[in-house]
Nanobody, 121 residues
């Protein structure tokens, strides 16, 4: 499985962005698709995840109610809709494939390259 994230950019506080992760290769029904982010000088942190085969999702507390993760099996993509963005959301965002619907980086075994999101105040 290979992943390609896109959709990052510069947005003002309160604005929205939609990230997309294009998936190539064989996707198993047991796979979990996750989004993580890493701000400058900080550890990579969990943002959201969804099971590939059914509509089961998990969000970090910091993004609940603002971000929505969704999958499009026909297009082989997993999107992250980000609304009401805050400067604290500024980071490089990564998509990843895992085997367990949880927030631990250790559960994810394939990572895409990141896409930069910058939220100006």
């Amino acid at each position: 499985v290979q992943l390609q994230a896109s959709g990052g950019g510069l947005v003002q506080t309160g604005g929205s962005l939609r990230l997309s992760c294009a998936i190539s290769g064989r996707t198993l029904s047991s796979h979990v698709m996750g989004w993580f982010r890493q701000a400058p000088g900080k550890e990579r942190e969990f943002v959201a995840a969804t099971r590939w085969s059914r509509n089961s999702v998990l969000y970090a507390d910091s993004v609940k109610g603002r971000f929505t993760v969704s999958r499009d099996k026909s297009m082989s993509t997993v999107d992250l809709q980000m609304n009401n963005l805050e400067p604290e959301d500024t980071a490089v965002y990564y998509c990843a494939v895992g085997i367990s619907l949880d927030s631990s980086r250790l559960s994810y075994f394939t990572w895409g390259q990141g896409t930069l999101v910058t939220v100006s105040s």
